[in-house]
């Protein structure tokens, strides 16, 4: 059964800090590793990995995905009270179907 | 273009009444997918569909059932709710053939209570 596991499960900072959330995944045939930003509503799209070592980067956000570890980590810097949210980090299968396989979120909340 | 739109945003049930949720997408994705979100958990699948007349289980699929007789819509139905079957309910799509994305578009949700 595939299992994406995130941690931690809730983070409190201050604004300006760096946070750095964790993804690990066991999927099979795994194509790639994506990241949701939700706020108390759908889910939205962040970023897609694919390949190891190759960062994306959207402004104060970045993430990377180790292939051989099977890890993928999320980056804010500077953070703001906005992105308090829950980051959903999910795993896509391989085969016809394009599963994604969630794990259970890592609610980030950012204080003033 | 509305993306993926979801009814009804909120429903309370009694124990044993049915119901559908109604998902539609205008984006011509082949793929939708159903999937079910409790309190402090990630989303769970539900059913899936890779195209119009094919349909197939999730991770969580009793008490649920699907059809998907076009390429826009693909309601979810609850045959006889359960107090277990409270929860969020997600609609999404995608079309990863088209572009070779794996991204899946997600519509507003639907709250749905059963007491």
Redesign the interface.
């Known amino acids: 059964e595939d299992k994406v596991v995130q941690s931690p499960l809730s983070l409190v900072v201050h604004e300006g800090d760096t946070v750095t959330l964790n993804c690990s995944y066991e999927v099979t045939n795994f194509r790639s590793l994506l990241w949701y930003k939700q706020e108390k509503k759908a889910p939205t799209f962040l970023f897609m990995l694919t390949s190891s070592g190759i960062e994306k980067k959207s402004g104060r956000l970045s993430s990377i995905l180790d292939k051989k570890e099977l890890f993928s980590i999320l980056n804010i810097t500077a953070t703001q009270t906005g992105d308090s949210a829950v980051y959903l980090c999910a795993g896509n299968s391989g085969g016809s179907n394009y599963k994604l396989t969630f794990g259970k979120g890592t609610l980030l909340t950012v204080n003033p | 273009n509305a993306g993926v739109t979801q009814t009804p945003k909120f429903r309370i049930l009694k124990i044993g009444q049915s119901m559908t949720l109604q998902c539609t997408q205008d984006m011509n994705h082949n ?1 939708m ?1 159903w ?1 079910r979100q409790d309190p ?6 539900i059913y ?1 569909s ?1 195209g119009a007349g094919i349909t ?1 289980k ?1 991770e969580v699929p009793n008490g649920y059932n699907v059809s998907r007789s076009t390429t826009e819509d693909f309601p979810l139905r609850l045959e006889l709710a359960a107090p277990s079957q409270t929860s969020v309910y ?1 609609c999404a799509s ?1 079309s ?1 053939r088209d572009k070779h ?9 639907t709250r749905l209570t059963v007491t």
């Not at chain 2, 402090?40 to 699948?45: E, F, I, P, V």
């Not at chain 2, 994305?101 to 949700?109: A, M």
């Open positions: 793929y997918y999937y402090g958990m990630g989303l769970k699948l899936y890779v197939d999730g997600f995608s990863p994305s794996y991204e899946q578009y997600f519509g507003p949700g």
